[in-house]
C-alpha cells in the first residue's frame, strides 16, 4: 500500500512569485505514477501534472513542474508566477494504476495579491 | 463532451435508507473508481473497476456494493446510510493504453448528508 505525506497543511505565497508544495510517497510498487490535483473552494478535482515512476525527465506542464527525486521518494510540485486562481487545495495522489490512487491531507496556497 | 457524470449532486437520507449514486463516463474508459473525501481529508478509494464484470475494493468499502454491467455506468450503492457515510462522493474513469498521460479524469462530486 502507498501512504503520501504532505508535510504543509497551508502555505502562503505573494502574487507572481514562485512556490514549492512538497510531497513525499512511500511504495512498495515497483512502478507507479505520481500525480498532482488542485481542487479549488468549489469542489472539483483539476489535474496539473503527472510523473511516471521510469520516466528520466521531470514532467512540466505550462507554469506547473514536478521535481521528482526517486532516491528520495519525492514528488514536489513547483508553481512558477503564481496567480490569484492558484488559490486552492493541492493533492499529490500516487499508485501503481491511475484508478487506485492514495491520497494525503492535501495542502492550502493561498496566493496573496 | 460530457466526461464524468454524477448524479444526484445533492442528496439527504435517513439512517437506515438506501439509494445509489450513479456515475456514467463517455470517454471509453475501461477503469472507474469511486473515492470519498471527508472534511479536511484527502480522497480515499471505496471501490474501483478495471473493466466491465470485474470489481474489487479499495480502503474503504464496507457499506458500499459496486458493480459494473456496461463500460460507461459504475453506480455506488449504499444499503443501509448511517451517519458515518456523510461525506462528498466522487467518481472517476482513466484510460490505459499507449500515451495514457496516466490522468484520472473526476466527476463533479455528490455531497450526501445521512441525518
Known amino acids: 500500500a502507498q501512504k503520501i505525506t504532505q508535510t504543509q497543511p497551508g502555505m502562503f505565497v505573494q502574487e507572481k512569485e514562485a512556490v514549492t508544495l512538497d510531497c513525499t510517497y512511500d511504495t512498495s510498487d515497483p512502478s507507479y505514477g505520481l500525480f498532482w490535483y488542485k481542487q479549488p473552494s468549489s469542489g472539483e478535482m483539476i489535474f496539473l501534472i503527472y510523473?511516471?515512476?521510469?520516466?528520466?525527465q521531470n514532467a512540466t506542464e505550462g507554469r506547473y513542474s514536478l521535481n521528482f527525486q526517486k532516491a528520495r521518494k519525492s514528488a514536489n510540485l513547483v508553481i512558477s508566477a503564481s496567480q490569484l486562481g492558484d488559490s486552492a487545495m493541492y493533492f499529490c495522489?500516487?499508485?501503481?494504476?491511475?484508478?487506485?490512487?492514495?491520497f494525503g491531507k492535501g495542502t492550502k496556497l493561498s496566493v496573496i495579491p | 463532451n460530457a466526461g464524468v457524470t454524477q448524479t444526484p449532486k445533492f442528496q439527504v437520507l435517513k439512517t437506515g435508507q438506501s439509494m445509489t449514486l450513479q456515475c456514467a463516463q463517455d470517454m471509453n474508459h475501461e477503469y472507474m473508481s469511486w473515492y470519498r473525501q471527508d472534511p479536511g481529508m484527502g480522497l480515499r478509494l471505496i471501490h474501483y473497476s478495471v473493466g466491465a464484470g470485474i470489481t474489487d475494493q479499495g480502503e474503504v468499502p464496507n457499506g458500499y456494493n459496486v458493480s459494473r454491467s456496461t463500460t460507461e455506468d459504475f453506480p455506488l450503492r449504499l444499503l443501509s446510510a448511517a451517519p458515518s457515510q456523510t461525506s462528498v462522493y466522487f467518481c472517476?474513469?482513466?484510460?490505459f493504453g499507449t500515451g495514457n498521460t496516466g490522468e484520472l479524469f473526476f466527476g463533479e462530486g455528490s455531497r450526501l448528508t445521512v441525518l
Open positions: 472517476a474513469s482513466s484510460y
Open positions: 495522489p500516487s499508485g501503481a494504476g491511475s484508478y487506485q490512487l492514495t
Open positions: 510523473q511516471g515512476s521510469y520516466d528520466q
